[in-house]
């Protein structure tokens, strides 16, 4: 089928992409540091948690914002997390991107 041969042709393309390569390449050397690691990794937790209860409450809490923006101020002083960080916030909008090109495309039919 023509459509699975065009979704293995992107799949392909993304992992070329730079978005793609420079985050792999941000992972690598995230990982090369277990105690940097944890650190992003708890931020990333925080965030979720924060985002799920703005999705379920509707409203923003103050404090968690504020200790998240310090979370986020503390771990960009180090070169390597702000480069992670940077990398994937970038390929989640190619990704963000993608998703929205196609979700546009069958839109009649999906609202």
Same mark, same amino acid.
């Given at each position: 089928?023509?459509?699975?041969?065009?979704?293995? !042709?992107?799949?392909?393309?993304?992992? $070329?992409?730079? %978005?793609?390569?420079?985050?792999?390449? *941000? #992972?690598?050397?995230?990982?090369?540091?277990?105690?940097?690691?944890?650190?992003?990794?708890?931020?990333?937790?925080?965030?979720?948690?924060?985002?799920?209860?703005?999705? !379920?409450?509707?409203?923003?809490?103050? $404090?968690?914002? %504020?200790?998240?923006?310090?979370?986020? *101020? #503390?771990?960009?002083?180090?070169?390597?997390?702000?480069?992670?960080?940077?990398?994937?916030?970038?390929?989640?909008?190619?990704?963000?991107?993608?998703?929205?090109?196609?979700?546009?495309?069958?839109?009649?039919?999906?609202?």
């Amino acid at each position: 089928m023509k459509i699975y041969d065009t979704a293995n !042709q992107l799949a392909q393309e993304l992992k $070329k992409s730079e %978005e793609y390569i420079n985050y792999k390449k *941000a #992972k690598q050397v995230i990982a090369l540091d277990p105690d940097l690691n944890i650190k992003i990794k708890e931020f990333e937790k925080a965030r979720y948690d924060s985002q799920i209860k703005m999705m !379920q409450t509707r409203e923003n809490d103050e $404090k968690e914002l %504020e200790r998240m923006q310090k979370m986020y *101020a #503390k771990l960009i002083e180090n070169q390597d997390a702000k480069n992670y960080l940077e990398a994937e916030a970038k390929f989640n909008l190619l990704m963000a991107d993608i998703n929205k090109i196609i979700g546009d495309s069958i839109k009649d039919v999906i609202s």
